[in-house]
């Protein structure tokens, strides 16, 4: 099973900057595709962006050019950069991991992210 602990939220002014972290298990990070999603109050859940095990990358249309995914293998660590942020992307965002060979998911606790002057 997949441990996520997510880290990095919290509150910032608009066309502020945050970055996210998210630490998942040893040993099962590459077999995976890493995720974040985010949900907003009265909104479901949707899909933020992800990166494969390779390292290649897809971005919702609302954070594209704003938001960057990496992960890093050797610390079981994938990060949210994100910049410009907006009150729209106000939300909780949530750590995903799919396993490559059975699609099982496991999901992060989710960390609060608030943009607001």
């Known amino acids: 099973q997949v441990q996520l602990v997510e880290s990095g939220g919290g509150l910032v002014q608009p066309g502020g900057s945050l970055s996210l972290s998210c630490a998942a298990s040893?040993?099962?990070?590459?077999?995976?595709?890493m995720g974040w999603y985010r949900q907003a109050p009265g909104k479901q859940r949707e899909l933020v962006a992800i990166i494969s095990s390779g390292g290649s990358t897809a971005y919702a249309e609302s954070v594209k050019g704003r938001f960057t995914i990496s992960r890093d293998n050797a610390k079981n660590t994938v990060y949210l950069q994100m910049n410009t942020l907006n009150p729209e992307d106000t939300a909780v965002y949530y750590c995903?991991?799919?396993?490559?060979?059975?699609?099982?998911?496991?999901w992060g606790q989710g960390t609060q992210v608030t943009v607001s002057s």
């Open positions: 995903n991991a799919r396993r490559l060979t059975t699609n099982a998911v496991y």
């Open positions: 040893e040993t099962i990070f590459r077999l995976y595709v």
